[in-house]
């Protein structure tokens, strides 16, 4: 029988109107994320982060997993220093005092990077208690306790 158990602690969750509530954590759990028979959350939702996924509201970025936000983070980082250093060339190759269309698109592009940098740092910021400074190899050691936690997590759904 799949019983709806608490995410947190285990516990089976009492149905609710529409949602349940675990009487040991003393609080509501959505049922999105009651999960069956004890199991925990899951944390890593997707293989991969897409790029585009930057285009979402700052609401939408938020129920975004920590990896996700992570992913993202280094991604808008790598991208916002190419954008500076193109802005800095096109400045720089630009003799007339107006200008170019394409200089004020690099520039509010650059803008628009800042904004997405500040909101993941200011995301991440609320889950760690600082701006953790982002690297492939953190990513990849991230990503690798996550698998193996995740196999832990198989092994004994399995006993």
């Known amino acids: 029988m799949n019983l709806a158990t608490c995410p947190y602690c285990g516990s089976t969750l009492l149905k609710t109107e529409s949602t349940f509530f675990c009487a040991f954590c003393q609080m509501k759990v959505s049922k999105h994320i009651a999960q069956t028979d004890g199991k925990r959350l ?3 939702k997707r293989d991969f982060t ?3 996924q930057l285009e979402q509201s700052t609401r939408r970025l938020k129920k975004l997993s920590t990896y996700e936000l992570l992913e993202l983070y ?3 980082r790598t991208e916002e220093q190419a ?3 193109v802005l800095t060339y096109v400045t720089d190759l ?18 628009w990077k800042k904004k997405k940098r500040y909101i993941l740092e200011n995301l ?10 982002v690297t492939v190899r953190h990513l990849e050691e991230y990503r690798e306790k996550i698998r193996q936690d995740e ?5 004994e759904d399995k006993e």
């Open 42 to 44: 899951v944390i890593r």
């Open 94 to 111: 630009e003799q007339e005092e107006t200008e170019s269309y394409e200089s004020v698109l690099e520039t509010t592009t650059l803008t």
């Open 50 to 52: 897409q790029p585009a």
């Open 74 to 76: 280094h991604f808008i």
């Open 124 to 133: 991440l910021r609320e889950r760690f208690g600082y701006i953790p400074t």
């Open 83 to 85: 954008a500076e250093v």
């Open 151 to 155: 196999r832990i997590l198989m092994t």
